[in-house]
């Protein structure tokens, strides 16, 4: 499976500003998924990201909050816009396999604290 | 959307003791997977079960599709089971390529 390298690991903003993650994939993929795991909480899609295209944005997401880079197949940004401590949550990357199935594999994730 | 259930939400058992926990989806999948989140947050695909039986070791997964349920079970426990199992599905009705996770369960296993 695909190794996802995720940075930052962890951080800690002020309100008001922004943060860009970065999502690195040691193989080319087509689809990147963006998740969004508030405290205590199961794991919500923020947006699909393919290259080539905007992203795809689930209900409740908007581009403005959280835009999404993709510019190549084994790249992506996320950035966290204007925020405000409920954006507290941990933010994954994730990639489908290539063989078929849409099995998924996970980075580490990007553990982020709004004050 | 589907909804995705998990039934117990947290559960703590003794090392050494077997559990079996449930995932209900309320539409048709062609893509369900169990994952394991360690204490320190990581994601682990444990399998890739839309419908049949699967082990890997002590763990062992059977999914019914036509009764929309999926259930994990875990054998001789250990404490590095700790942490939370979620199940994530897709499907045709709500887009095959990604996946919607289910609320999860919360496991202890106590030395």
């Known amino acids: 499976s695909a190794v996802i390298s995720q940075k930052p690991s962890r951080d800690i903003c002020q309100r008001g500003t922004s943060l860009t993650i970065q999502c690195q994939v040691d193989s080319q993929v087509t689809m990147m998924f963006w998740y969004r795991q508030q405290p205590g909480q199961s794991l919500t899609l923020i947006a699909t990201?393919?290259?080539?295209?905007?992203?795809?944005?689930e209900s409740g997401f908007v581009i403005d909050k959280f835009p999404i880079s993709r510019p190549n197949l084994t790249f992506s940004t996320l950035t966290v816009s204007n925020m405000s401590p409920e954006d507290s949550s941990i933010y994954l990357c994730?990639?489908?396999?290539?063989?078929?199935?849409?099995?998924?594999?996970f980075g580490a994730g990007s553990r982020l604290t709004v004050l | 959307g589907i909804q995705v259930e998990q039934s117990p939400p947290d559960l703590i058992l003794q090392e050494g003791a077997n559990s079996t926990l449930r995932c209900n989806f309320s539409d048709s999948v062609n893509n369900l997977q169990w994952f394991h989140q360690n204490p320190w947050g990581q994601l682990i695909n444990l399998f890739y079960?839309?419908?049949g039986t699967k082990q890997n070791g002590r763990l062992s997964a059977t999914t019914v599709a036509t009764e929309r349920y999926s259930l994990l079970y875990i054998s001789s426990s250990q404490t590095t089971d700790s942490g939370v199992y979620f199940c994530?599905?897709?499907?045709?009705?709500?887009?095959?390529?990604?996946?919607?996770f289910g609320t999860g369960t919360r496991l202890t296993i106590i030395p």
């Open positions: 994530a599905v897709g499907g045709y009705n709500f887009g095959n390529e990604k996946l919607t």
């Open positions: 079960i839309p419908s």
């Open positions: 994730s990639v489908a396999s290539s063989t078929g199935a849409n099995v998924l594999t």
């Open positions: 990201a393919n290259q080539g295209s905007e992203a795809t944005y």
